[in-house]
């Protein structure tokens, strides 16, 4: 589980924008659509 973690935390660093990288990573488990655009490159 700690590899799958540590793989969201990167996704989630590289995205753009002043929000945190925790906002990020709840608002991907909440919202299907910014996950998918989080995770697009």
Do not use: C, F
């Not at 990167?10 to 608002?27: E, F, P, W, Y």
């Amino acid at each position: 589980m700690l590899t799958v973690r540590h793989i969201a935390v990167n996704v989630a660093a590289r995205k753009k924008g002043k929000d945190s990288m925790r906002l990020a990573l709840k608002t991907a488990g909440w919202d299907d659509d910014y996950l998918v655009r989080l995770v697009a490159p």
